[in-house]
């Protein structure tokens, strides 16, 4: 081989390549996305029913999440359940399933700023650890604050005070952190 | 670690008179010290066939006599040089001349090899074939940390990149044997992916005018160069084994050559193992590393015009990252942030690598030829094709965490025609070079992608001519890059749709370069460069939750090319026959320069509230200081102090830069014994003892509220190196044995990220064995 054959193998190489345009990428389905976050409270009388919820339909980004606060009754129980879902998917895909079968892997906590207002596990893992779909909420007297609920995947659940509720030494990594403003009257 | 002596050896052969007898054949010649011309007394020479060995004297004469007719391999080793193999056929008595570059004065990093050294401006540092071996359990950019302006940014100790005068990832280009390594250069967390055990040299050009290779480039490159096949019609090759106990790591390495006539071939290989790595306190749980690398060389002549050369490589690398540096939001990063051991923290060692991971493959093929026009005009021709697959594994829901949560492919196609004309006083390098990039996130991560699918096409042209005259030499250069751009982004808002951009970027680069050489041992040179670099996808598209910092990155489409200029003024001398030193002062004012700037804005989503970061442009400036020195206190004694200074400012804002390495000191104690030492009648050679010891200092130039914590404190490393050689009778050992952080001390590193976490690595000792064929 020559040095004109390989300039010419060389000039054929290139202009076999000069494409200039990108093909279209596939629009990924965004797999684990929880755009919806449901915490259903019903008073033990079955008097009233509080639904907080959390919305944000694009993901991060995009347009900003609705949040959905409530009101609560004072001196009150309520059982409070939780409900995941990615309304992105079409039907709505339900999360809440996916965390009850990986239960030992996930656990969720709760936090509130309202005086006398205490949430407590009324479920548990196969392991016998809290996990907090369902919940039981008292309510003592009249005030005002916030309720905090955050999903914690792969939590030390055997670590110090987090069966009791303690998110301090949970680590893990958080799949959701959500906060509702609450009024107690 | 400091003996880098670059080993130069010119050997002419001369037959003197030709005698038909067998077995009556001498063999003798002189050493002489390239650097000073003098004879170098205690060069160790050996003939592997007959194991005869001798010592040059007082004149650097050696001499063996009574050798028959035949092929015969003679081994030079000196302390402080690296051990070179020539190659006799012997048909006659013969004389070799032969030249060691080998003074202990000089300064390891300053390569003065004749033609080389006269024909540029480049302020070129090398690291030699020696060191690289010799430290075969580090990885590129820890290697390339051992010259001074040069440092590390890191996400722990395994995954680590290159910075040289404060510039990386997208503004410091990469050249593996030449090629401009293509991949996702972008990330602070992504390794080079290169084997430097398959290199024989490393070298770093600090200045700006190595127009000559394709990258953004604003000034510095770094080199990674696999060496010619020797001229050797035998099979000749290096296994090396190494162990470390920080990490359990193990490794081998294989090379192998042979210059047959067909075709001349080498093989490269790199097997490494290493588990959980160890603070002073307590394990890093998952942060072990795998890696198993091959790479083939052939070369090829037609004959004294026209030759070819081949160069496959693959490297395919598993990284483990720290489980407790994987935080999800700011609480996970707050609560992260002010534990004293990293959450997920095990009792004991594992070699289990587990998600978070990095799983890498890179693949080269370069194809080159050479063709001489006549003997003083030169054409090159490359062609080299890249493949670049990385994926990198999250902690994920649903048992999707062995699906990659990044998954991005890269292929690229390189070309070029290069003219080179060297006459006495003038030399002209010109060429042209096109380079395709085609970059594509695989589908099925279940994840909006972070970059978008891109297809670029470039078109580069430079013209470098240098000139000297008397003690001066004269350096100019330019360089034209057209690139075209098509980008299929993703958009973030419902429905989603296909967003399309087409850039085109028009950057142009020139320096100016002079050495005006004093004397022997004098020279200064002074560089002025200026250069363009157009955003990168990253800065321009990218949309979304950078999980590793947790917080959110937007690029900005209308971001505008960087414009840099670069002044570098250097001065090397030798004071004395004891003392020599070079200093090393720059300033770069980049114009419109890229960063990550953090917003008032906080974001919320269902998993909290994050930071958000957008890419915004400003005017900043980085300047500094390289010092280096040596100074022997006897023949067998010196030390090599080193120092660099180095500051960046974002002058729009007046605020420091971020990222920006702390300035540095280090120093070291060398004890070379100039005499072998028997045992059991074998000869340990090159008997070399070193203590060194390193001063990170805090990086002061840094506002609180420009970083997560404080920063960390200033750092003192000791450590500890023994080498020695010894020839047996078919093969040539060389054994290390190291210990780096000697008194186990904790400390942090501004420039690894995994400081927020995790303290750095506890004390490692290491042990190399080497044996050549």
Known sequence: MNLKSLIAVLIIVILSLNSCKKDDPIIEEPVELITTLTYTLTSSDGGSVVVLSFQDLDGDGGNAPVITDGVLNANTTYTGVLMLSNEQASPAEDITEEISEEDEEHQFFFQSTVAGLNISYTDQDSDGNPLGLTTALTTTDAGSGTINIVLRHEPAKSADGVSGGDIT???????IEVTFNVDVQ | MYNKLIVNVLFLLLPILSIAQDCTFRLNGQVLDSGTGLPLEFVNLQLTETLAGTTTDSTGH??????????????????????????????????????LDHTVN????IEVTGKSATSSTLRLETISEQDITDNAHENLSNMLESIVGVSTLKNGSGISKPVVHGLYGNRLTILNNGIAQSGQQWGNDHSPEIDPLVANKIKVIKGTSALEYVGGNLGSIVMIEP????????????????????????????????????????????????????????????????????????????????SYDLYASTFNTELGVLRGSHISNTTNLEEALSRDVPFYTEETFSYQIDAPKQKVNHHLLKLHSKYFLDEEQWIDITLAGQLNDRKEFDIRRGGRTDTPALSLLQTSIFAELKYQRELELWK???????????????????????????LSNEIGTFFILSRVRNKSLFDIGLRYNFILQDVATISRTLPREIIRYENIFHNVNSSLGYTYTFSKNQALTANVGFGMRNPAINELYSSGLHQGVSSIEEGDVNLKTEEAIKGILEYKSKLSSKISFEALFFYQRINDYIFLNPQDEIRLTIRGAFPVFKYEQTNAEIYGLDFASRIAFSKSLFTDLKYSFIRGNDLSNSLPLVNIPANNLSANLVYQLDKTININNKQLENFEFEINGQYVFEQANLLPEQDFVAVPNAYTLLGMKLSS???????????????DNLLNTTYRDYLNRQRYFADDLGINASFTINVKF
Not at chain 2, 73 to 98: A, E, N, P, R
Not at chain 2, 106 to 109: N, P, S, T, V
Not at chain 2, 236 to 261: C, D, I, T, W
Request: charged fraction near 20%; hydrophobic fraction near 30%.
């Open chain 1, 169 to 175: 030494n949970a680590g893990g990594e958080t799949d």
């Open chain 2, 227 to 306: 060496k010619k096949i020797i001229r050797e019609p035998h099979l000749h090759g290096r296994v090396g084994y190494f162990f470390e106990s920080n990490g359990l790591g193990n490794g081998l390495n294989v090379q192998m050559q042979k210059y047959a006539p067909s075709v001349a071939w080498k093989i490269n290989g790199t097997l490494k193992k290493s588990g959980d790595k160890k603070t002073p306190n307590y394990f890093l749980n998952n942060t072990g590393s795998q890696e198993a690398n091959f790479a083939l060389q052939l070369e090829k002549s037609f004959n004294d015009h026209f």
């Open chain 2, 106 to 109: 000089d300064l390891h990093y």
């Open chain 2, 725 to 739: 050689d010894l020839q047996l009778k078919r093969v040539r050992l060389r054994l290390i044995a190291k210990v």
């Open chain 2, 428 to 454: 002209i390098k010109s060429g042209i070079q096109y380079n395709n990039t085609n970059n594509s996130n695989t589908p099925g991560t279940g994840i909006l992608p972070l970059v978008p699918d891109y």
């Open chain 2, 62 to 99: 050696f001499e063996f006599q009574d050798l028959c007719h035949g092929d015969y391999h003679l081994v030079l080793s000196h302390i402080g040089c690296q051990s070179q193999k020539i190659f006799v056929h012997l048909h006659s008595d013969t004389s070799l001349s032969l030249t």
